[in-house]
């Protein structure tokens, strides 16, 4: 049912693996080597189809200092972090308290609720694109960052709701009988009780989003217009002139757009391992 581990294959297959997995590796890091190298090259290079060779010169601080000066990313990057922030938090506090009733307690339409929380996710977000849209015209929060973020805690609570409530039913009940004989209210039972042990969860689905949301381009796109609203992933387009695509900036800017998730998941990576790995072994 599960693969054989490597220390028990055969001399000749260890081998091929050790072979193996550094080229897989080395493919795998192929886009990000390109881009890397891209970020550091000359627009000569870049016009003369310098794409993949040796870089004839080395413009680090002069690519990423243009960044900086050639674009509004800075509020490009704090419309991110408005975005996202809020998302996080509210999509995590919504699931905690979803995830608690649907994991917890026993009625008759637990799972069609639970049900109708999953489904969300296997509908395909292309097709919400126009209603969404309309919707937010409607509402007066088109083209504003609270919209945005609206937006993102509505989609991301089915997931998170799916993730903490599989999390919580792992969790052992007799806990929560305990407190109950002892006359603990519901409410202090999930924040003194519950919440305690779910917070590698929390953590882990934390990181999560804040990637998912970080990254997102499209729904930036569609919901946002204009360097006072739109987050780092769609304000890297204003780095191209005019006539001129300035690859060697949009590359600078792609790296520098990276680094807070980058940085999020090594400042939590325990957290985030604890998190996922938290029930796997008995």
Request: hydrophobic share 55%.
């Amino acid at each position: 049912m599960f693969p054989t581990p490597i220390e028990k294959a055969s001399p000749s297959a260890r081998r091929l693996y050790k072979i193996a997995l550094p080229i897989a590796l080395v493919l795998w890091l192929l886009p990000l080597i390109a881009v890397a190298l891209t970020s550091i090259r000359s627009a000569g290079d870049i016009t003369a189809g310098n794409y993949w060779g040796w870089p004839t010169s080395f413009n680090l601080l002069e690519n990423y200092t243009a960044v900086f000066t050639n674009s509004p990313i800075g509020q490009y990057i704090l419309n991110s972090f408005k975005v996202t922030i809020p998302t996080v938090i509210g999509a995590v506090a919504l699931s905690c308290m979803t995830g608690f009733a649907l994991g917890v307690y026993r009625f008759k339409a637990n799972m069609l609720v639970f049900f109708m929380f999953v489904a969300g996710n296997f509908v395909p977000f292309q097709i919400l694109m126009v209603p969404v849209r309309d919707l937010t015209l409607s509402m007066g929060i088109y083209n504003t960052t609270m919209g945005l973020a609206l937006f993102h805690i509505a989609f991301q609570t089915g997931f998170c709701t799916l993730f903490m409530r599989n999390f919580i039913r792992a969790l052992p009940h007799e806990l929560i009988e305990a407190a109950r004989v002892e006359g603990v209210s519901e409410i202090q039972i999930f924040w003194h009780v519950v919440m305690p042990l779910m917070k590698p969860a929390i953590a882990a689905l934390s990181v999560l989003i804040f990637t998912f949301i970080w990254n997102d381009y499209f729904w930036a796109t569609v919901l946002t217009q204009g360097a006072d609203t739109q987050p780092v992933t769609a304000g890297l387009y204003s780095l191209n002139g005019q006539w001129v695509a300035s690859w060697h900036l949009v590359s600078a800017g792609s790296i520098v757009a990276a680094l807070p998730p980058v940085l999020m998941f090594f400042a939590m990576q325990k957290h985030f391992i604890a998190g996922l790995t938290l029930g796997a072994v008995k």
